[in-house]
Every structure is written in C-alpha cells, then in structure tokens.
C-alpha cells in the first residue's frame, strides 16, 4: 500500500511544530511519511538568528522523526507570491506529491501566519494546473488543512495526540533560542511561558475531544466519511 504523505507548511521554523507537532509524530509513528515546509527563515526575530534557527529547525524535524524538512527563502514579514519562492512552493508541492497540505490557520496575531495560509491556498491550487510550470507534472492535492499557533479557535476536527504529547513538547524544546530567556535576549510572547500555554491548548482541545491531548483544525470543505467513525466513549 502507498504510504500515506503530509505536507506540513510554516510561516517560521517552529510553527508546524507548536499546531501539529503531536500530528506530525503520530503519523510518523503510523508509518506515513512527513515533510515539513518552511516558507522564511524568521530573520526578524527578536531573539535568535537565522542560522541558530536552522540547527534549532533540523534538531526539531529530527525529533519529530520527519522524512526532509525544506527551507524556503521568502523574505520574512514579505510573504507574497511575487516572489520567486512562490514558484519553488508550487515545485516543492509537485514534487512531495502530498496527500494532505497543512498551513496555519489565517485568524492569528502575527500577519506572516495569515499571508502563508493564502499563499498556501494559491500554491495548493496552482500546482494542480499542468500549464503553470509546465516543466514540473502537475499534482492535485486531496485536502488542505488548517492548523492553529496563536490563539484558540473552535475546531472542525481533532487528532488525539495523547502518545506524541511529550514527543511534541521535546520538539518544541529543541527552539531554545525562542522559548527560553537567554544571556542578551529580550522579553516576548514566545518567553513569557509559551510552551506551557501550547501544552494547556492541547489539554483543552482533549478534553473537547475526550481524550487528554489533541490538536484542532479547520477545514473549507465538510469531511466526508464512508461510514460512521467508530469511537469509544469517554
């Protein structure tokens, strides 16, 4: 049977990875194969640099267990399909032939999460049109998803992630340089307990669901069944 293949895109190194980190490793776990996206380097951060960045992004992919991470070189703060990496977006779609596409959800407080959650939208659709690029076959992919990073929003679904909770957190740790006061670095949201507050979303999102830990997404189009799921009760 073809294994079953995700697209996991981010705005920054460390997006995927706080609204589907448990996703990402339970599928892993599955035997699904995972590729995570990043669209910027996050060069404008407050704490950190683009290069500690990349060894903190590679650490955590490693965690996670994915099959590549990919690294974009949109400018941050200028996520636009002028650029020439929206091209390599719509490659990088082609050429992972995704099952299943995820990007952060648009309702969120920094605007990056909101510009790469449309230029996902118009990359997913582009890469299904066989006269755009035509030196790179076409690939229609079957769902786009929407993840969440700042902020709770009601849920079309759950994925319960109560087993790859602990594997998420560690993942997550793996940012250091983000989530931890260091010499020299400045207060922000991100060291203002974070870490903790992702952990408390994911309680939330589980007790919704009636299990521990779940992480919650959206989606444009209903989700259709073949049958009615079968779930225990709590």
């Known amino acids: 049977m ?3 293949v995700i697209l996991a895109i981010g705005a920054h190194p460390d997006d995927v990875e706080i609204g589907m980190g448990g ?5 892993v776990e599955n035997g699904d194969v995972v590729y995570i996206c990043n669209l910027t380097k996050a060069e404008l951060s407050s704490n950190g640099n683009p290069s500690l960045r990349q060894k903190e992004a590679t650490k955590s992919a490693n ?3 994915v099959r590549e991470r990919i690294q974009l070189e949109f400018p941050d703060r200028h996520i636009d399909r002028s650029h020439p990496s929206y091209r390599e977006l719509v490659t990088v779609i082609r050429k992972v032939k995704p099952d299943v596409v995820f990007a952060p959800y648009h ?3 920094h ?3 909101g510009a790469s959650c449309h230029i996902v939208k118009e990359a997913v659709f582009d890469a299904k049109i066989r006269k755009y ?3 790179v076959p076409s690939h229609q992919v079957k769902q786009l998803f929407y993840y969440f990073i700042n902020g709770i929003v009601s849920a079309d679904f759950y994925i319960d992630i109560t087993p790859a909770q602990e594997i998420k957190m560690e993942a997550l740790s793996c940012y250091q340089s983000q989530f931890e ?3 020299g ?9 974070y870490l903790e507050n992702v952990r408390y979303r994911d309680s939330l999102f589980g007790k919704e669901a009636g299990v521990q830990f779940a992480e919650g997404f959206k989606c444009e189009q209903p989700l259709l069944f073949s049958s009615i799921p079968k779930r225990s009760l709590p």
């Open 2 to 4: 073809k294994p079953f």
């Open 23 to 27: 996703t990402i490793r339970t599928h």
């Open 63 to 65: 965690v996670l267990g």
């Open 107 to 109: 309702e969120d407080r």
């Open 111 to 113: 605007p990056d999460h």
């Open 133 to 135: 690029l035509p030196e």
């Open 181 to 183: 006061k260091q010499v």
């Open 185 to 193: 670095s400045v207060t922000t949201p991100l060291t203002d307990r």
